[in-house]
């Protein structure tokens, strides 16, 4: 019997015809003039540099348990392993992006050593620059720049003395004994990038749509979380849950089937990939039977690994119904391209900013008070026009900025959508 995939069946299992198969050409063929693509060069560029950043962090753990006086049979067995996830895991990261990296170390060892320690000797290395620690964050994060790659580095200690080389962070019990809740994090950032790969009929389909759907989300300035709309997660387990119910489907499919099946979708409904057990390992989990929270979700789109999250919690009700917007208009195109009235190209073109907005607020400075949920500012913040899309909140000692969008639509509404960056705190 097929294996199924998902938590129903699927909705059609037809195999492509020749039509689909010229539409996917077609579809590549546009991407590629977006130029999304890596060449073998700069592929094995990025591999390169992976490898290298893992010899370091072995090196450094070595170094750490020799400065610890550990047993020498400990320091020879000790390991140590980096798990690329994200984009770059998924095998749909564009042209230039960062790596997103989780560094897995033993468990005798500090968290802050990683922020101090290796941070030390990353910033020793002479390919590394623009080198910084945010241990404040809700994900605490070394970024830096190798050889031009940007990186971001998270940090989780296990609950053993050795990271070996075969280890399977997707077992439950990885998360099952551990006391900080910043590794819990670090480590599902790994675990559920590796799940929605294992939960897909076919990769290669998948990474083609999401390439596909994350280029369209871009153009149309719908992809970014902090703003209030779907991350890169949010987008792959949204593709992944079309791939699962039209398996044998053709990437030009899957991408029409995405855009009709969420323009019909009934929000809040979740869309799960899985059923996530509830393993009772005291963390938070996303249910709505249990947290009251949880019910005001607008659009839940849930993580497929222990414990189990919603990807888009930040998204509000001026930018669910941009998205829903962007979703309809992707779906009346995606009609066209099947009656051959449309070319790929017309459902990645980008978002006319002043034309879609009746009123924008440009070229402006003043002077306000701003309150946080952590902070109320008693110095003054200034507004800038940082470009035709963004204005800046800046205090006046440059410890706070606050980057936004205010625009006024058709409707009469406005939409602001924000990033708050608290800058007092870092390196």
């Known amino acids: 019997m097929p294996r199924t995939y998902g938590l129903t069946g699927p909705i059609s299992e037809d195999l492509p015809e020749e039509d689909n198969l010229i539409q996917t050409r077609k579809l590549l063929d546009t991407m590629k003039s977006y130029n999304v693509y890596e060449n073998n060069l700069e592929l094995e560029h990025r591999e390169r540099v992976v490898k290298r950043l893992e010899s370091l962090f072995r090196d450094w753990l070595k170094e750490m348990c020799i400065e610890m006086n550990v047993p020498k049979v400990v320091t020879e ?32 060892l500090e968290r802050k050593a990683f922020f101090t320690s290796f941070f030390a000797k990353l910033k020793a290395q002479k390919e590394v620059k623009d080198i910084q620690a945010i241990e404040e964050a809700y994900v605490p994060v070394i970024t830096l720049s190798w050889e031009g790659i940007q990186i971001d580095l998270v940090f989780a200690l296990l609950s053993q003395r050795s990271v070996p080389d075969n280890l399977d962070l997707l077992n439950n019990s990885i998360v099952k004994n551990v006391v900080d809740a910043r590794c819990v994090r670090s480590f599902n950032g790994y675990r559920v990038t590796e799940e929605i790969l294992r939960l897909v009929p076919n990769v290669l389909n998948f990474r083609v749509a999401l390439r596909a759907v994350k280029l369209w989300a871009k153009q149309r300035n719908i992809y970014s979380n902090k703003l209030g709309f779907l991350g890169g997660v949010s987008w792959a387990i949204m593709v992944a849950r079309i791939c699962q119910v039209y398996p044998n489907a053709t990437a030009s499919t899957l991408v029409i089937k995405f855009f009709k099946i969420f323009s019909m979708w009934v929000w809040p409904i979740p869309i799960r990939l899985m059923e996530v057990e509830k393993c009772n390992y005291n963390l938070p989990f996303w249910d709505t039977k249990v947290n009251r929270r949880d019910r005001c979700h607008l659009m839940p789109i849930i993580t497929p690994a222990y414990p189990q999250q919603n990807t888009s919690v930040n998204v509000s009700r001026s930018t669910f119904a941009i998205l829903n917007e962007e979703i309809d208009r992707g779906h009346a195109i995606c009609l066209e391209i099947e009656q051959k009235k449309a070319k790929w190209s017309e459902l990645f073109e980008q978002t006319d900013f002043f034309k879609k907005y009746q009123y924008v607020l440009r070229h402006v400075k003043m002077k306000i008070d701003i309150a946080t949920h952590r902070t109320q500012l008693s110095s003054p913040v200034s507004l800038y026009c940082t470009t035709h899309r963004c204005f800046a909140l800046v205090s006046s000692d440059c410890s706070f900025v606050l980057l936004f969008f205010l625009t006024f639509s058709h409707n009469g509404c406005w939409n602001v959508n924000g990033i708050i960056c608290n800058r007092s705190s870092k390196n």
């Open 77 to 108: 067995k000790v390991g140590g392993k980096i798990f690329p996830f994200g984009s770059y895991h998924l095998g749909v990261h564009s042209k230039g992006a960062d790596i997103d990296a989780l560094c897995v170390g033993p468990g005798f």
